[in-house]
């Protein structure tokens, strides 16, 4: 058999070689998406991946699909979502949410509502794009928009521009909105706020954010059907912006709504973040504490650079943990990062221990601390929440670590409990110098001394994954809810403070 020619080619079929190529090419796309358009019909993280060509995938996107998935379906009724910035949060939840709920439920009012008006029309058209490519057309065939664009409402015609779209043949509307702005005429059964603040200057200003929640509650939230769910994402610029607001109103009063928070940072702050419901359902492994969450795109040099560079800022962006830039008794501002700490330094490990596995309860915390020419230096900080078996054995591994040059100390709690516990430290920590002390006074009180080293600027940090989690609790000291490691610290600094050089084996 002789194999034709380009030109006999050309002449039998009426394509060039490249046209072929390409109709070829289609044909397998569209029998590819074909096979799989039941499943993303029914599933949302499918549908990001057939639709969304060239995706990278993390296993934070299965986390956030499963969750918005529920939201679509009405399962979580108040979701929040605080992500980093480029982590795919608005174009999982404000591009593609809302063409895989319409098609689903092509009868669903939708309204988004962004910072200003022109970010949210360029959300709206992106949900028209998708809605009009040929892979959405095969997994949803019933589910179109106007060909044209229409920007009034006229006879037989469906509605469709930057402001709002209508599926056609169906009750389903979509509208846009920016903050601040009236939505008349139309109620939502989704309702979806991305990024309602635009930045840092607008976030410091108590008028805007007094101003987004006269919003919130007077205009967008009475547009709300009585089974309506709400999803709200945002950068954390500000303890007092409108999700700090809205979750301090759920956490006060028992019968206002209560919200499902989904914070994954950066940095991981906590083990077990999600939960283990959610990770066996995912069947993905929980990370473990001061892991980045996009390892692929956004690796750890990345983001400690990204960091020094930020400095406190990179806590309201990354963290998701607004902070004031200065603390009622601690200037964070005024402590410097170092890379390393001078070898000949005084040191001590100081413990504050609690009892408590797991839950958001008190943590144990042991502070590294260094002394060298009048400079204080938090040198390491280990913190969790350990059973009591568990605890012992990571205060004997960082004692083996720190070495016999550096002096224990651990304060002993009220009680025959406190007593026993200090005890068996003692027991557990047999060749090193280990010292028991009952404290007095407030955890403020003694944290005073340590709290005047660093506003004079006698105080330095040494780098690591923890210095965003043990910054945090020092900036919210003494109203923040933890203060394990402020009392550590306070701890250390107050016995290396009094401390005798010729104590310390050098």
Same mark, same amino acid.
């Given at each position: 058999?002789?194999?034709?020619?380009?030109?006999?080619?050309?002449?039998?079929?009426?394509?060039?070689?490249?046209?072929?190529?390409?109709?070829?090419?289609?044909?397998?796309?569209?029998?590819?998406?074909?096979?799989?358009?039941?499943?993303?019909?029914?599933?949302?993280?499918?549908?990001?991946?057939?639709?969304?060509?060239?995706?990278?995938?993390?296993?934070?996107?299965?986390?956030?699909?499963?969750?918005?998935?529920?939201?679509?379906?009405?399962?979580?009724?108040?979701?929040?979502?605080?992500?980093?910035?480029?982590?795919?949060?608005?174009?999982?939840?404000?591009?593609?949410?809302?063409?895989?709920?319409?098609?689903?439920?092509?009868?669903?009012?939708?309204?988004?509502?962004?910072?200003?008006?022109?970010?949210?029309?360029?959300?709206?058209?992106?949900?028209?794009?998708?809605?009009?490519?040929?892979?959405?057309?095969?997994?949803?065939?019933?589910?179109?928009?106007?060909?044209?664009?229409?920007?009034?409402?006229?006879?037989?015609?469906?509605?469709?521009?930057?402001?709002?779209?209508?599926?056609?043949?169906?009750?389903?509307?979509?509208?846009? $909105? !920016? +903050?601040? #702005?009236?939505? *008349?005429?139309?109620?939502? =059964?989704?309702?979806?706020?991305?990024?309602?603040? @635009?930045?840092?200057?607008?976030?410091?200003?108590?008028?805007?954010?007094?101003?987004?929640?006269?919003?919130?509650?007077?205009?967008?939230?009475?547009?709300?059907?009585?089974? $309506? !769910? +709400?999803? #709200?994402?945002? *950068?954390?610029?500000?303890? =007092?912006?409108?999700?700090?607001?809205?979750?301090? @109103?759920?956490?006060?009063?028992?019968?206002?709504?209560?919200?499902?928070?989904?914070?994954?940072?950066?940095?991981?702050?906590?083990?077990?973040?999600?939960?283990?419901?959610?990770?066996?359902?995912?069947?993905?492994?929980?990370?473990?504490?001061?892991?980045?969450?996009?390892?692929?795109?956004?690796?750890?040099?990345?983001?400690?650079?990204?960091?020094?560079?930020?400095?406190?800022?990179?806590?309201?962006?990354?963290?998701?943990?607004?902070?004031?830039?200065?603390?009622?008794?601690?200037?964070?501002?005024?402590?410097?990062?170092?890379?390393?700490?001078?070898?000949?330094?005084?040191?001590?490990?100081?413990?504050?221990?609690?009892?408590?596995?797991?839950?958001?309860?008190?943590?144990?915390?042991?502070?590294?601390?260094?002394?060298?020419?009048?400079?204080?230096?938090?040198?390491?900080?280990?913190?969790?929440?350990?059973?009591?078996?568990?605890?012992?054995?990571?205060?004997?591994?960082?004692?083996?670590?720190?070495?016999?040059?550096?002096?224990?100390?651990?304060?002993?709690?009220?009680?025959?409990?406190?007593?026993?516990?200090?005890?068996?430290?003692?027991?557990?920590?047999?060749?090193?110098?280990?010292?028991?002390?009952?404290?007095?006074?407030?955890?403020?009180?003694?944290?005073?001394?340590?709290?005047?080293?660093?506003?004079?600027?006698?105080?330095?940090?040494?780098?690591?994954?923890?210095?965003?989690?043990?910054?945090?609790?020092?900036?919210?000291?003494?109203?923040?809810?933890?203060?394990?490691?402020?009392?550590?610290?306070?701890?250390?600094?107050?016995?290396?403070?009094?401390?005798?050089?010729?104590?310390?084996?050098?």
């Amino acid at each position: 058999m002789h194999s034709l020619s380009l030109s006999q080619i050309e002449n039998r079929t009426g394509y060039s070689l490249a046209e072929l190529y390409l109709l070829h090419r289609k044909e397998v796309k569209r029998a590819f998406i074909e096979a799989r358009a039941e499943e993303a019909r029914k599933d949302f993280y499918s549908f990001v991946r057939l639709t969304y060509h060239g995706f990278q995938v993390n296993w934070h996107h299965k986390v956030l699909c499963y969750y918005l998935e529920r939201f679509a379906r009405g399962q979580e009724k108040r979701l929040m979502i605080f992500l980093p910035p480029r982590y795919s949060k608005s174009e999982l939840l404000s591009r593609r949410l809302p063409a895989w709920i319409f098609g689903n439920n092509p009868n669903l009012n939708i309204i988004a509502a962004s910072y200003s008006a022109d970010l949210a029309s360029r959300m709206n058209r992106d949900v028209q794009r998708i809605m009009d490519e040929d892979s959405y057309g095969i997994i949803f065939p019933d589910v179109k928009l106007n060909s044209k664009n229409v920007r009034q409402d006229a006879q037989g015609s469906w509605l469709r521009n930057n402001d709002i779209f209508e599926v056609v043949g169906h009750r389903g509307v979509y509208r846009s $909105a !920016g +903050i601040g #702005v009236g939505i *008349t005429g139309m109620g939502f =059964d989704r309702g979806i706020i991305d990024d309602p603040i @635009k930045d840092d200057k607008e976030a410091s200003s108590k008028v805007v954010r007094e101003g987004l929640e006269e919003w919130y509650n007077t205009t967008f939230y009475t547009r709300k059907s009585p089974d $309506a !769910g +709400i999803c #709200v994402t945002m *950068t954390r610029w500000h303890e =007092d912006d409108l999700a700090g607001r809205i979750l301090s @109103k759920a956490e006060q009063d028992a019968f206002a709504e209560q919200w499902k928070v989904i914070k994954l940072p950066a940095f991981c702050e906590q083990e077990n973040e999600l939960g283990k419901e959610v990770y066996d359902t995912l069947g993905i492994k929980p990370r473990k504490i001061g892991e980045p969450l996009w390892v692929e795109r956004f690796p750890e040099q990345h983001l400690l650079s990204t960091r020094a560079t930020l400095g406190r800022k990179f806590n309201a962006l990354y963290q998701q943990s607004p902070t004031a830039l200065d603390g009622d008794l601690f200037k964070v501002s005024f402590i410097d990062a170092v890379d390393a700490v001078p070898a000949e330094a005084q040191r001590i490990r100081y413990w504050d221990k609690a009892g408590t596995e797991g839950g958001d309860g008190a943590e144990t915390a042991g502070v590294l601390m260094a002394k060298h020419n009048g400079i204080f230096y938090v040198e390491d900080v280990v913190h969790g929440r350990y059973s009591s078996y568990e605890r012992e054995r990571i205060i004997k591994q960082t004692a083996e670590r720190d070495g016999v040059r550096v002096h224990i100390w651990q304060e002993q709690e009220p009680g025959s409990g406190g007593k026993e516990s200090a005890e068996l430290t003692v027991k557990n920590l047999v060749g090193y110098s280990v010292h028991t002390e009952r404290v007095s006074g407030s955890k403020e009180l003694r944290a005073e001394p340590f709290a005047a080293q660093v506003e004079a600027h006698n105080v330095r940090i040494k780098k690591a994954d923890w210095n965003v989690v043990y910054l945090e609790q020092l900036s919210k000291f003494p109203n923040g809810k933890l203060k394990d490691m402020v009392d550590a610290s306070s701890g250390a600094f107050n016995k290396l403070a009094i401390e005798k050089k010729a104590r310390l084996i050098i």
